[in-house]
Structures are given as structure tokens and as C-alpha cells.
């Protein structure tokens, strides 16, 4: 199970740090993503860390979004600086191989609401 907390009002220009909470035997071993999907919009993919830390990042994430992982607490988070109107959207975490986790992961969190207002 995978539990998103952390999102928000905020103005632009400021920040927040999403958390994803895992839980289940194979947890330690996968790697975790963080996806957003705006109204209108598909949904993307943001970021993801693997079990030993290595992080990938979408081009247009890189620089203001930062993932990180707590292993002891089977946690994810996602910390976003300068975030901008654009960046509303409804956050979620995803969990699964590394192989596959950035595309078409098998295990979904709920989402947690973003909105940053002009």
C-alpha cells in the first residue's frame, strides 16, 4: 500500500514537500515515483529513487523537484521549490521495478492535490 500526504495551497513561488508512505514485504527492494496528472491533462511522470538512492528526474522536473527516500521508513518524498501555477495537479506515488516504474508501474498510491496559486 502506498499512502500520499503532503499537498496543498500554496502561492507561487513557494514550496512543499510531498511524502509517500510504503508498506509490504517487497517495499525495501523497489524503486519509487512520484507522477502527476493536471485536469485536461495525461498524467506524467515527475521523478523516482531507487532502493540505493540513484534518482531519475523528467527533464522539465530537474532543478526546482527533488525525491528522496527514508529505507528505515519505507518513505518517499518529494520536495518542490519555486513551484509555479502550471505546476497544479494532483501528485501520486507509484512503486514497482525500476525497469518499469518510470512508465507503467503495477502499484499506485492514492493522490495528494497540489495547487499553487498566481
Known amino acids: 500500500q502506498l499512502q500520499a500526504s503532503g499537498g496543498g495551497l500554496v502561492q507561487a513561488g513557494g514550496s512543499l514537500r510531498l511524502s509517500c508512505a510504503a508498506s509490504?514485504?517487497?517495499?525495501?527492494?523497489?524503486?519509487m515515483a512520484w507522477f502527476r496528472q493536471a485536469q485536461g491533462k495525461e498524467r506524467e511522470f515527475v521523478a523516482a529513487?531507487?532502493?540505493?538512492?540513484?534518482?531519475y528526474y523528467a527533464d522539465s522536473m530537474k532543478g526546482r523537484f527533488t525525491i528522496s527516500r527514508d529505507n528505515a521508513k519505507n518513505t518517499a518524498y518529494l520536495q518542490m521549490h519555486s513551484l509555479k501555477p502550471e505546476d497544479t495537479a494532483i501528485f501520486f506515488c507509484a512503486i514497482d521495478q525500476v525497469d518499469r516504474v518510470m512508465k507503467d508501474p503495477r502499484y499506485w498510491g492514492q493522490g495528494t492535490q497540489v495547487t499553487v496559486s498566481s
Open positions: 509490504g514485504r517487497a517495499v525495501g527492494i523497489l524503486t
Open positions: 529513487i531507487t532502493q540505493s538512492g540513484y534518482t
